[in-house]
């Protein structure tokens, strides 16, 4: 009923286990299927984000500063050839080369720690290692979303590198690190501020792929197995709660458009 999922209340599974309940998150004993689910797919998505904000920001930064060079062509082309794989493709190669061959090679050697050959490089979720077995998953899922960040702002630098506003601090005399860091990469920053809000929205649908790929008990390979098990109360459930989380994200990028540009201010 309506009123039930206002109240957070989806009833329970199958099995009779609770879908939801927030006691969950502090008592064990109230344990749910989305309260034990929920925290692997945070993580993923914070190691998908981290990469996303910090490696496609700074690589398209530079490409953009630098219009026709090799660095430029080469994010142009590495860029296109990452956002034209599915994710489903992509991450059974990762787990196929970098976590079984190359992963193969690394438990061959008595010296390298377990946390890296089979942590890192594990080619499934270990309990033992409940960090380290997350980054390889949560690298497939930041890749896609770093490619179009990486582009986006590789062309937001480019537009506001030609702005007048740009060539007016150079003629006053402002050094070329206050010009690209204070002006430039600022304003271009905004555009790429709403694509990284609309990117965590993308890391809960990737998230079904890439946590049934790698084994992640996460919230993603629960609405697989509630797919395939037709189960419409979990459904409901992780659905109207990957929702509100992508609207307080939402709500989050509106906020920061304030700090990026004093300009913009919400009544």
Do not use: C
Request: proline share 4%; net charge positive.
């Amino acid at each position: 009923r309506l009123k039930d999922i206002a109240a957070l209340d989806f009833g329970t599974n199958f099995r009779f286990r609770p879908v939801f309940d927030w006691q969950g998150f502090t008592d064990p004993a109230h344990s749910s299927i989305v309260t034990d689910a929920l925290p692997y797919t945070i993580k993923i998505a914070i190691i998908a984000f981290t990469i996303e904000a910090l490696i496609g920001v700074f690589i398209g930064m530079r490409a953009g500063m630098r219009p026709g060079k090799l660095l430029d062509n080469g994010v142009k082309i590495s860029t296109v050839l990452v956002i034209s794989i599915p994710v489903f493709v992509l991450g059974i190669l990762i787990q196929q080369f970098i976590t079984r061959d190359f992963g193969n090679l690394l438990r061959a050697q008595e010296w390298i720690p377990e946390v890296i050959s089979r942590g890192v490089f594990g080619s499934a979720y270990k309990q033992e290692f409940p960090f380290a077995s997350l980054v390889i998953p949560g690298i497939v899922l930041g890749l896609l979303s770093l490619a179009t960040t990486a582009r986006l702002t590789r062309t937001s630098v480019q537009e506001n590198l030609r702005a007048d506003y740009v060539r007016t601090a150079k003629a006053k005399g402002l050094t070329h690190k206050r010009v690209i860091g204070v002006h430039t990469l600022r304003n271009s920053l905004i555009p790429v501020a709403t694509n990284l809000g609309l990117s965590i929205g993308g890391y809960m649908t990737g998230a079904i792929i890439t946590e049934t790929i790698f084994n992640v008990p996460g919230v993603g390979n629960q609405t697989a197995r509630a797919i395939f098990q037709g189960e419409p109360a979990v459904l409901i459930g992780i659905t109207t709660m990957l929702v509100l989380v992508y609207l307080v994200a939402n709500l989050l990028v509106d906020l920061l458009y304030a700090v990026l540009d004093p300009r913009i201010r919400y009544e």
